[in-house]
T-cell receptor, first 114, second 113 residues
Framework: DTEVTQTPKHLVMGMTNKKSLKCEQH?????MYWYKQKAKKPPELMFV???????INESVPSRFSPECPNSSLLNLHLHALQPEDSALYLC?????????????FGNGTRLTVT | DQQVKQNSPSLSVQEGRISILNCDYT??????FLWYKKYPAEGPTFLIS?????DKNEDGRFTVFLNKSAKHLSLHIVPSQPGDSAVYFC????????????FGTGTRLTVIP
């Protein structure tokens, strides 16, 4: 069982929909991350939150909007996505945002944009 | 530009034998390396890590070796078990910077009973 919980597990949305992905951890970690993984590719970093503040945005299009309501929760708001945004979206957390601190991943949300 | 490379997309090993997974990197700023294991429909699970001040780190059946001069690391699993069958990702970061992990493309390990 993973200690990082992501909901929903699967999501199908149209290009005009607005939806949100949710992530929760109760390990006391102060850094949280969103990664995107396309089929047969490695995970790629999208955003990093450190102490609830956005510290890295890897040039992600504005149709993806992250939010960190508190130290345990991380959301990814989706709006006007494109079919090429279909991918596995992984949330992760770590004890801190730098230094030797392994990331712990959730099981991901499989997103399909139609 | 792939800064972390795993050149073997797949590897098959007999149960009980040693599995050796390889990883190369290009960025000399990387000084913290990790291996993750991924089962289908699950997120990557942290397995073992190594800092650049070491050349070997061992945890049970898993050992990671780091050759800084060659910018190469490897994961040894011995003895291999059928439950080890999964995709293994190598990842690297510069620990003095933000914890941005760069992942390799993964190697699918199949352990044959």
């Amino acid at each position: 069982d993973t200690e990082v919980t992501q909901t929903p597990k699967h999501l199908v949305m149209g290009m005009t929909n607005k939806k949100s992905l949710k992530c929760e951890q109760h390990m006391g970690h102060r850094a949280m991350y969103w990664y995107k993984q396309k089929a047969k590719k490695p995970p790629e970093l999208m955003f990093v939150y450190s102490y609830e503040k956005l510290s890295i945005n890897e040039s992600v299009p504005s149709r993806f909007s992250p939010e960190c309501p508190n130290s345990s929760l991380l959301n990814l708001h989706l709006h006007a996505l494109q079919p090429e945004d279909s991918a596995l979206y992984l949330c992760a957390s770590s004890h801190r945002d730098r230094g030797i601190s392994p990331l712990h991943f959730g099981n991901g949300t499989r997103l399909t944009v139609t | 530009d792939q800064q972390v490379k795993q050149n073997s997309p797949s590897l098959s090993v007999q149960e009980g034998r040693i599995s050796i997974l390889n990883c190369d990197y290009t960025n000399s700023m990387f000084d913290y390396f990790l291996w993750y294991k991924k089962y289908p429909a699950e997120g990557p699970t942290f397995l073992i890590s190594i800092s650049s001040i070491k050349d070997k780190n061992e945890d049970g059946r898993f050992t990671v070796f780091l050759n800084k001069s060659a910018k190469h690391l490897s994961l040894h699993i011995v003895p291999s078990q059928p439950g080890d069958s999964a995709v293994y990702f190598c990842a690297a970061s510069a620990k003095t910077g933000a914890n941005n992990l760069f992942f390799g493309t993964g190697t699918r390990l199949t352990v044959i009973p």
